[in-house]
């Protein structure tokens, strides 16, 4: 298994030796570090790896999550709940299940020269949000006539449903509604450019979401 987290930076292009223009987006993955490992025959109950990502003040972070990462002075109380993992204060902890868990360690650092320049991933993240959007901007109905003396049927949705028959609207049924603001995952992205200096990596398209926010890098499952 191969994953890391990052923060969306922005898209650029590549420009091959032949001239084909190719639109990537820059994303800036690593370090992270391994916070937690979960084996499927200890109490967890499943393979896993937590990864942590984003180095942030102490301060900024919970006391539950510092003794997470052991980063709180262990209680005279409690000697036992002492975790070494020599990892900073990270802001965003991520799981990644995964069937290899107990070739990783706690504290292990990751950065992105596990990935190679071809390689098929997966990016995940959180699209931009919308708003409140109607089923012409939401779904892209077609609206109603825009002749024919209608005055305020151009971008309604219609019939919904039926009435004694039926006498209910069926769920999932497409209305106006939340648009955007939800889990997304861009398929099979080809890593164009890797630079392991700055932590940078360039995968072909877009991914979801606006510049500045956590996405999840992996292998790509159907590539």
Do not use: W
């Amino acid at each position: 298994m191969k994953g890391l987290l990052g923060i969306k930076l922005g898209m650029s292009q590549v420009i091959a030796d032949n001239g084909v223009v190719t639109p990537v987006t820059i994303i800036q993955a690593g370090p992270c570090y391994v916070t937690q490992v979960k084996v499927a025959d200890a109490a967890d109950g499943y393979d896993a790896v937590q990864m942590g990502f984003q180095e942030v003040k102490s301060k900024r972070l919970t006391k539950g999550q510092l003794g997470h990462l052991g980063l709180v002075k262990p209680s005279t109380k409690h000697p036992r709940r002492k975790r070494s993992l020599n990892v900073p204060s990270l802001r965003y902890l991520r799981e990644f299940r995964t069937k290899t868990a107990a070739t990783y360690k706690a504290g292990q650092v990751l950065t992105v020269s596990q990935f190679e320049i071809g390689d098929a991933v997966d990016v995940i993240g959180q699209t931009k949000g919308k708003g409140f959007a109607g089923v012409v901007k939401r779904h892209g109905f077609r609206g109603g006539p825009k002749t024919h003396g209608q005055s305020d049927r151009h971008r309604a949705p219609g019939s919904i449903g039926a009435t004694s028959s039926i006498g209910h609207v069926f769920k999932g049924t497409r209305m106006a509604g939340h648009m955007g603001n939800a889990r997304y995952t861009a398929q099979n992205l080809k890593v164009m450019r890797i630079d392991s200096e700055l932590n940078l990596i360039a995968v072909r398209g877009p991914v979801p979401g606006p510049k500045g926010r956590l996405v999840i890098i992996q292998d790509a499952a159907k590539g």
